[in-house]
C-alpha cells in the first residue's frame, strides 16, 4: 500500500480537505491523473479557490474547445500561476486576465510579456484615474444630473471610466 501512488477517492478528500474545494471541483480536478498535478501546480503558493475555478472553467474550455487534453496544453501551469499572480498584484484586473488568457491559448506566450507588449497594465494611478473621470463628467452634463436625481446612474459613470480607460 506505501509503494501505490495516491488513489483518485483519497486526491479527492485532500483537494477538499487541504485546499476547501468543492466535492465537484475536486472530482472534476482528480478525474485525470494529468489535471490533478496540472492544478496542483498552480495552486502552489497561491489560492486554491482561484486556481481551480481557473484551472475548471478557463482551461478547460480552451482544452475542450481545441480538442486536446491537459498534457498538449498551449498554456503551461506555471504560466497559468504567473497570470493568477498578476492578478494577485493588482498588475491587471480579473477582467483584463481573461484577455490575456485568450492571447496566451492563441501564442502560447506568458502572460507577463503579453501584459507589457500590449500595454495591458492595471491603471493605479489615481491622478489617471481623475482625469479620465473628468472628461467623462465634462462630456455628460445630462447624466450628471440624471445621477444626482437617480444615484443608481453611478454604473453608467463606471462603465464609461472603464471605456475609456480601456478596461484597465
Known amino acids: 500500500k506505501k509503494t501505490l501512488p495516491e488513489l483518485p477517492d483519497d486526491k479527492k478528500e485532500r483537494f477538499i480537505n487541504s485546499y476547501g474545494l468543492t466535492a465537484y ?7 485525470e491523473k494529468e489535471n490533478a498535478a496540472y492544478f496542483e501546480a498552480v495552486a502552489k503558493g497561491r489560492d486554491p ?32 500561476g504567473q497570470l493568477l499572480d498578476l492578478i494577485k498584484d493588482a498588475t491587471i484586473s480579473g ?26 497594465k492595471q491603471v ?14 465634462a462630456a455628460n452634463p445630462d447624466k450628471v444630473a440624471q445621477a444626482k436625481a437617480k444615484p443608481t446612474m453611478i454604473g453608467w459613470f463606471v462603465g464609461m471610466v472603464m471605456k475609456e480607460t480601456g478596461g484597465k
Open 124 to 137: 493605479t494611478d489615481t491622478g489617471e484615474i481623475e482625469k479620465a473621470i473628468d472628461a467623462v463628467i
Open 49 to 80: 479557490k482561484t486556481a481551480a475555478n481557473w484551472v475548471i472553467t478557463n482551461l478547460f474550455a480552451v482544452l475542450n474547445k481545441q480538442n486536446i487534453d491537459i498534457t498538449r496544453s498551449p498554456i503551461s501551469a506555471a504560466q497559468l
Open 95 to 120: 477582467r483584463l486576465a481573461k484577455d490575456v488568457f485568450e492571447i496566451m491559448a492563441e501564442t502560447g506566450k506568458d502572460p507577463a510579456s503579453i501584459v507589457e507588449e500590449r500595454g495591458m
Open 25 to 31: 471541483e475536486a472530482g472534476v480536478l482528480v478525474a
